[in-house]
């Protein structure tokens, strides 16, 4: 009995000094991984700034199979979240900042302690893409110190699941970068410029945000010819005007759409018959510059936009977005095909 007693007592002896032990751990930590992918930063960066795109490579799923995964609206950029459940309990991520192909900041959550940083880089590197994913957390809460105590040491439990994330990104990456299809476009930077009041002329255009590009390649082979027309009865030069379009709705949960095809004038004209003249407001604005074929690259184009303006915290100004096709498509070669996108800001 004095045995049992006396095995009891060391028990008690060796677990309040394990606790003790792991009540002293740091409370801070900051636990990263850094792997070569060979791929360009944009790549790496839409599956990371896509919350959605985490199911993919993220290793958790590898060894839970109970998690159940929803995620807000909008899945990609400043504002994004997921939530989820499973055996281990519940959890959320929202992601707080992103500079393009650069970075992306994420608050992670466990139940109800405190958030814990998670950050990513990006940077070009001979090869690829030097791709680092870091943890990091100024409050540890006890019952993650025992977690980490457990499994050799916070640096231990995390590295290795962020050696194991970017193990199965680089794979996803690879594959993604097989079966994509020769990218036929270049991107410019995303630049804030100053505009001048002006005036548009075209024809309105009612549709669906969802048309086909066939569809929408037959109305542009409509209308653009006739305003170029218009332009040349009128004795315009092609240092009059810039061909371009105007959208004044681009609803994606209504799918209605609405732009005018025309030009914009750098010499005053009335409006032919069947157009309607629009004014383009002056003022500041964000501006980038596509090139190659039209309605190629387009959504990456304004995506990148949009991700520029999250980042540098910048709102529109009204909800007019405005292209110009800067040059002939007959004079250049495909891949130099130049389409201008400004959005008008605060």
């Known amino acids: 009995m004095k045995t049992l007693k006396y095995i009891i007592f060391l028990l008690l002896i060796l677990i309040i000094g394990f606790l003790i032990y792991v009540a002293i751990q740091p409370n801070d930590y900051d636990v990263k991984r850094t792997q070569l992918i060979n791929a360009p930063a944009n790549v790496i960066y839409n599956n990371i700034n896509d919350l959605k795109q985490w199911e993919s490579w ?15 609206d909008n899945t990609t950029g400043i504002g994004a979240k997921s939530s989820w459940t499973s055996k281990d309990g519940p959890g959320n991520l929202e992601l707080v900042n992103t500079v393009p192909n650069k970075s992306v900041d994420l608050k992670l959550q466990f139940s109800d302690y ?21 943890m990091k957390n100024e409050s540890n809460p006890f019952m993650f110190k025992l977690f980490g105590v457990l499994s050799g040491g916070m640096d231990k439990m995390l590295g290795t699941m962020q050696e194991d994330g970017l193990k199965n990104l680089s794979g996803v990456v690879t594959e993604q970068m097989k079966n994509a299809p020769k990218k036929s476009y270049r991107l410019g930077d995303v630049v804030e410029v100053e505009l001048t009041d002006g005036k548009f002329i075209g024809y309105l255009q009612k549709t669906s945000t969802d048309l086909e590009h066939e569809e929408m390649t037959a109305l542009f082979m409509e209308f653009m010819p006739k305003a170029g027309m218009y332009a040349a009865e009128n004795k315009l030069t092609p240092d009059d005007f810039v061909p371009g379009t105007f959208y004044t709705k681009w609803d994606e949960k209504t799918k209605e759409a609405e732009f005018y095809i025309g030009l914009l004038l750098k010499k005053e004209l009335a409006p032919a018959e069947g157009m309607t003249a ?6 500041k604005a964000v501006k980038i510059a596509k090139y190659g074929d039209y309605g190629t690259g387009d959504y990456e184009a304004h995506i990148a936009i949009g991700e520029y303006m999250q980042s540098k915290k ?33």
């Open 58 to 72: 993220g290793p958790w799923h590898d060894n839970d199979s109970t998690i159940v995964t929803s995620y807000s």
């Open 114 to 134: 405190e958030p814990t940083d998670i950050y990513w880089t990006l940077e070009d590197a001979e090869g690829g893409t030097n791709v680092t994913w870091g």
């Open 278 to 283: 629009l004014d383009v407001p002056g003022g």
């Open 314 to 346: 910048i709102e529109m100004n009204g909800t007019s977005v405005w292209e110009l096709y800067v040059n002939d498509p007959t004079t250049v070669k495909p891949e130099d095909i130049q389409t201008d996108i400004y959005y008008p800001v605060k």
